[in-house]
């Protein structure tokens, strides 16, 4: 962009704040309201049916919206080609406002199209969680500069996360995004994140990251998730509300650029007990008054047609004015911005109000240099994205992640095992990778030790394939039948155990009973066997209590921090290799 453009905010040499000005000046209702508007966007043709019954993208655009969330990707170049597209169609519109293309995270091994996505094209790293066993600042940095560039490659300009909620209660399906339960090593990563995304400020080669979820989603009733309305009480039985705004307090001093609030309600507190992003007393009174935060704030998915608890009874125009009323910028997963227009216009919302949102909102797409150079390079999208160093790197990461819990003093289980004459029963680990380190046998009968991969327990829930499908949920307990069957290995043969943990489980049947037990936080076979052999070292310690039984989590506060009593084994418990 050269300084002859035909309007000040498209000339690169004014200040953002003097473009943004001169912008919002031009903008009619409908443009300024479209801003406001954050739905999932379909990466395929424009015209296609939208995804999950919505409007096709193209309609999205007529309707002026130009934020976009976007799910799966099984290309980085087919990506990149999709948004370039997307950037060309509206370029060619008056003013040229570039889209903001959104996601959530896509570097692990979660994959649930609510909360986070399978890693793909791009390179795979363990859950947050185990950088909260690792507790390196700088490891995560690195990580979120890997994701940073990433996102750059294929047009990716606001990072859905960090989610740097407390897992103080050990039920919650949400735990394995999370930092883990304690507030001051969550703040350290969480501040360590946001920089690596955005630098020290946002500028054209960062992602705005979106931390959530206002004011800490982890204090759920009963452990239940608010996406679903027996899940929408927060509540604070041990009064530690302030404990769950240490991570927030942070990342607002590190400069996050936006904010999000949880579909959660607060219970039993000062607070109105309605959905967070209803709560004019948590978001204009505590997060831009009390804790001065004058960034973006953009609602949960769907908060409006959907998932607006303990507002009902109101329809969808009044839920829609007590948000705005609360103080939110942008309504995440909403598309219906001629609502808005007909609330200006009925005098039900001052034009002044929505262009103190818009306002922020066109501010980040200058500060990213959107407006600038909004295309991306779609031959280096495919060479950068998911690059070999990256990938190494996101394999060292998930070994060194791993927890030792517990080893045996002696014998063939003892950890690491003794690479090239063993004969190995596992459950989890295919030959191939196992390579010539051990001979792989078909029972345990015949092996000198066994290996067995297992997951944390949970309750299944809703059909197959529906959202609530995809959340791990209820009980932390094994199953009986699966508690025998893993006795029954460990009686017949030494045997080590790992366990895949999205969430704290319920070890103590099996903890006496194997020779070594070991837990991990997304580990793909290859990291896990490098473990298994000394040929990487465990370097993680536990980032939360592991409760001893349900009772005890039954027992214990929401909001508490390692409240379970007689844990089986406490947060930042791990132990090393000798040597």
Known sequence: MTTDARFPYQDPTLSVDQRVEDLLSRLPIE??????????????????????????????????????????????????????????TVLERPLGIPVTVSSDPRHSFTDNPATALLAGPFSQWPEP????????????RRWADTVRREYLAVGIRVALHPQID????????????????????????????????????????????????FPGGGPQLNGEDPHFPYGREQVYPGGNFDYHLKPFKAVIEAGVAQMMPYYGMPVGTEHEEVGFGFNKGIITDLLRERLGYDGI?????????????????????????????????????????????????????????????ARRLLREKFRLGLFDRPFVDEAAAVALVGAAEARAEGLAAQAAASVLLANAAEGPARLPLAPGGLKVYAEGLSAEVLGDRATLVATPEEADVAVLRLSAPFEPRGEAGALESFFHAGSLD??????????????????????????PAILTPIAGHAAALTVN???????????????????????????????????????????????????????????
């Open 31 to 88: 443009d300024k309201a479209g801003l406001m508007f954050h739905p999932l966007g379909d990466t395929g043709a424009l015209d296609a049916p939208g995804l999950f019954g919505m409007p096709s993208m193209a309609t999205f655009l007529e309707r002026r919206i130009n934020h976009f969330n976007i799910l799966w990707a099984s290309d980085a170049g087919e990506l990149a080609a999709w948004h370039n597209n997307l950037q060309r």
């Open 129 to 140: 969680l185990g950088f909260a066993a690792v507790g390196s600042p700088e490891l995560v």
């Open 521 to 579: 936080f997304g580990a793909e076979e290859r990291a896990f066997v490098k473990v298994l052999f000394g040929e990487e070292r465990p370097q993680g310690s536990l980032p939360f209590d592991l409760p001893s039984s349900m009772a005890a989590v039954e027992a214990s506060r929401p909001d508490v921090p390692f409240d379970t009593a007689d844990p089986l084994f406490r947060f930042g418990h791990g132990l090393r290799y000798e040597g």
């Open 478 to 503: 094994f199953p009986e039948e699966e508690i025998e069957r893993v006795r029954r290995i460990c009686a017949t043969v030494p045997t080590v155990v790992d366990v895949y943990l999205d969430r």
């Open 297 to 357: 704030v953009c609602t949960d998915w769907a908060i409006l047609n959907d998932k607006f608890w303990g507002v009902e009874e109101l329809t969808y125009e009044e839920r829609m004015l007590k948000s705005l009323d609360a103080g939110v910028d942008q309504f995440g997963g909403e598309f219906r911005p001629q609502v808005l227009v007909d609330l200006v216009r009925a005098g039900k919302v001052p034009e002044e109000r929505v262009d103190a949102s």
């Open 166 to 213: 407390l897992a103080t209660e050990p039920r919650w399906a949400r735990i394995s995004t999370t930092f883990g339960e304690d507030a001051d090593l969550t703040s350290e990563l969480a501040v360590a994140y946001v920089r690596g995304l955005q630098g020290e400020e946002v500028g054209t080669e960062s992602v705005s990251a979106m931390a959530k979820h």
